[in-house]
């Protein structure tokens, strides 16, 4: 199973404080395991503001993640266009993983330094059968020069 919540703006502190618990206690099977989550973090700027405004008691996007206990070896973060150097430490620091899409419109990641930090990431190009995309040998040599 996976923990789903779509960003931070969608919750409440009781539901990802609630999601926090359910991910760091291991169920009662007879495998026990961290249960993974997957949420959206610092897609663009206006939800980075808004995110600061109604979580103000945590030091960043990340660290509100962290504090609730959802940033750890089995979260996945979609995207992560605008994290600062402080979070991207924290989000490696955690063991947790960055997914990003190449064809958002909303910025453009730093993969390349992401790798380099040895932080595990994933990408996606717009489309894995069109070859023929102007943007993909940019992606590619982008990601390879950061």
Not at 2 to 16: E, K, W
């Amino acid at each position: 199973p996976i923990l789903t919540p779509r960003f931070a703006l969608s919750c409440t502190d009781d539901l990802l404080s609630g999601l926090g618990k359910l991910t760091t206690e291991a169920p009662a099977t007879p495998h026990p395991a961290r249960l993974h989550i997957q949420t959206h973090i610092s897609e663009n700027t206006a939800e980075i503001l808004l995110t600061a405004s109604l979580f103000p008691a945590h030091a960043s996007y990340a660290a509100m993640y962290d504090d609730f206990g959802l940033l750890g070896p089995t979260a996945i973060l979609a995207h992560g266009c605008h994290l600062s150097d402080t979070e991207l430490t924290l989000v490696k620091k955690a063991g947790a993983g960055i997914s990003h899409c190449f064809n958002l419109r909303s910025g453009v990641a730093r993969v390349g330094e992401w790798i380099d930090e040895g932080v595990k990431v994933a990408a996606s190009f717009p489309s894995s059968s069109d070859t023929k995309s102007p943007s993909k040998p940019i992606i590619l040599n982008k990601t390879k020069n950061n």
